[in-house]
C-alpha cells in the first residue's frame, strides 16, 4: 500500500517519544511501511518501536484525504527515580554552659542559604603547541576541542523555619540516610539511556558546614546546628574544652584545657572543682578556685591550651626506711608527692629497702604491696613493716642433780671419830720446834 504526501517525526524534548505526521499531498513522495521503517531507522530511532502503531499509521493514509494523520510510533522507558529517603536525624541537644550562646547566635543568624552544585559536560577549543616534524621546525599552535565537567552552584528554595536546633562537634554524625530504593535509568527511543534523576521531592539539602554521603550527614565543625524541612546547617562556634585526668599515682589531678574564641564563656571554678571531687580529691588537696579561674582567663586570653596542668597543692614526696629501737622490725614510711612537688619514685624504694640490709624480706609481697600503695588514692604509707625478728625469751628454772653417794649417820661418826683420834696421836709442831731452838751447853 502507498499513498503520496508529506511525512515528517517528530521526537519530544525528553527523547522519550516518537511520532509520525502525514498529511495527503498528490505532489508528494510516496509513502509506504518499507519506507517509514528506513527513516526510523535513519534517525536513528531504535527503541520502542510498536509495529502494530506503524501498521495503523500507514492504513490510515489513504483515508487522509485533506487531514492530518498523528500516530505515537515509538516509546522509550522513562528513568525511575530512587526512592525517597529516610533520615534518622541524631543532633545531640546544646549543653547547659552554651545555652546563652546558642540563643544569641541562632537569634542573629541570617536566613540559610542553600546550593547544590551541578556538573555540566561541555566541549571546549583548546589552543596547544604541537611540535614540528622537521629537527629545527618551530612548533605550532593547534586548536583542539576537549570534553570538561564544569561544576556550578545554583541556589535552592528551601522553607526557611526552623523545626530544630542542637549541637554537633566536628566530624559528628548529624543523621542517617537510609535509601531503601535505587533510581533506574531509562532509555531514549534514540536507545541511549536516559540519567536518574539526581534529587527526589524529600531531598535534605546539607547547608555550611555539613558534609554528605551516600549514608549519613555530617558536621564539618564545631557548632549549632539547626534544620528545616528540607535543610541542614551548622554555625560555626568553638567553645572552650576542658577535661580531668589523674596522675598515676592518684597523687596529683590535673586539668586539661583548650581555649576557643574568647568571647564563648569559660567554665567556672567551681565546675573544676566538683569534677575533681568526683576523683575523690578534698578541699585541702586541691588549690583556690581564685587560682583554677586565673589559669583559665591567662589561657583564653593568650589562645594557649593547658595540659597537664596540676590543681592540687604543691607537696615533696619523701620516703625513710629504718629499724626500730629494738632492732626486731624494719619499717618503710613514705608520703606521695603533689602538684609541683617532688614525687615518689618507687625504684628509688626499692633501691633503699635492699640497701637496708634487713635479712629475711619478702621482696615479691613488699613489691605487690608498694606497687598497689602507688596506683590507689592514698597518700601516706606509716610504717609498714618489711621485716621483723625474733626476741629474746627466758629460759626454763635450772636444778641440781647429785652423782655422789651420801654417808649414812654411823659412817659419818666413825669417820669423825677416826679423824679426832689421829690428830690426838701425832705431836704438835710448836712444841717440837721450840725444843730444838734451844742453845746446847
Known amino acids: 500500500m502507498e499513498t503520496k504526501g508529506r511525512l515528517k517525526i517528530t521526537v519530544d524534548q525528553a527523547h522519550l517519544t516518537a511520532t509520525i505526521v502525514f498529511k495527503a499531498d498528490s505532489h508528494g513522495k510516496v509513502w509506504n511501511l518499507p519506507k ?69 547566635i541562632l537569634q542573629k543568624a541570617s536566613e540559610p542559604h542553600i546550593t547544590t552544585k551541578k556538573h555540566e559536560r561541555v566541549q571546549v577549543e583548546k589552543q596547544v603547541q604541537k611540535k614540528s616534524n622537521l629537527p629545527f621546525g618551530k612548533p605550532k599552535q593547534e586548536t583542539v576541542k576537549k570534553w570538561e565537567t564544569r561544576v556550578t552552584e545554583e541556589p535552592v528554595q528551601v522553607d526557611h523555619q526552623v523545626i530544630e536546633t ?43 558546614g ?17 534544620r528545616g524541612k528540607n535543610w541542614v546547617e551548622v554555625l560555626p562556634f568553638q567553645h572552650h574544652k576542658w577535661e580531668m585526668t589523674v596522675s598515676k599515682d592518684q597523687a596529683t589531678c590535673l586539668l586539661q584545657f583548650s581555649p576557643g574564641k574568647k568571647d564563648a564563656r569559660p567554665p567556672k571554678a567551681e565546675q573544676i572543682v566538683a569534677a575533681a571531687k568526683q576523683k575523690q580529691f578534698s578541699d585541702e588537696e586541691l588549690v583556690s578556685a581564685q587560682k583554677i579561674t586565673q589559669m583559665i582567663t591567662v589561657s583564653v586570653q593568650r589562645q594557649k591550651p593547658l595540659k597537664d596542668v596540676p590543681i592540687t597543692k604543691d607537696r615533696d614526696g619523701w620516703f625513710k626506711v629504718e629499724a626500730s629501737s629494738d632492732h626486731l622490725k624494719g619499717f618503710l614510711s613514705a608520703e606521695k608527692g603533689s602538684g609541683h612537688g617532688k614525687p615518689l619514685v618507687l625504684k628509688e624504694i626499692g633501691a633503699a629497702i635492699k640497701k637496708s640490709g634487713f635479712k629475711g624480706m619478702d621482696f615479691d609481697k613488699i613489691k605487690e604491696d608498694l606497687v598497689s600503695f602507688y596506683r590507689s588514692r592514698q597518700l601516706k604509707l606509716e610504717e609498714y613493716v618489711l621485716v621483723e625478728g625474733q626476741a629474746p625469751t627466758r629460759g626454763s628454772d635450772r636444778s641440781l642433780e647429785f652423782s655422789c653417794r651420801f654417808m649414812s649417820d654411823d659412817e659419818r661418826e666413825t669417820r669423825q671419830q677416826d679423824t679426832l683420834l689421829q690428830e690426838t696421836a701425832e705431836p704438835s709442831n710448836e712444841h717440837s720446834n721450840e725444843h730444838s731452838d734451844e742453845p746446847s751447853e
Open 36 to 104: 517509514i521503517k528506513k527513516l526510523l531507522e535513519e534517525k536513528g530511532i531504535v527503541e520502542g518501536v510498536n509495529e502494530e502503531a506503524l501498521a495503523s499509521a500507514v492504513e490510515q493514509f489513504d483515508h487522509a484525504s485533506e487531514e492530518t494523520v498523528t500516530q505515537v510510533i515509538a516509546q522509550g522507558t522513562p528513568p525511575r527515580p530512587p526512592a525517597s529517603p529516610e533520615y534518622i536525624w541524631k543532633l545531640q541537644p546544646v549543653p547547659e554552659e552554651l545555652q546563652q550562646d546558642a540563643d544569641w
Open 166 to 208: 542542637g549541637w554537633a562537634e566536628a566530624e559528628a554524625l548529624i543523621a542517617e540516610i537510609h535509601n531503601e530504593g535505587e533510581g533506574v535509568l531509562g532509555r531514549s527511543v534514540y536507545g541511549k539511556p536516559l540519567p536518574i534523576p539526581e534529587t527526589s521531592t524529600d531531598k535534605v539539602y546539607p547547608g555550611r
Open 210 to 226: 555539613v558534609k554528605e554521603t551516600a549514608e549519613a550527614l555530617y558536621a564539618s565543625h564545631s557548632g549549632f546546628v539547626r
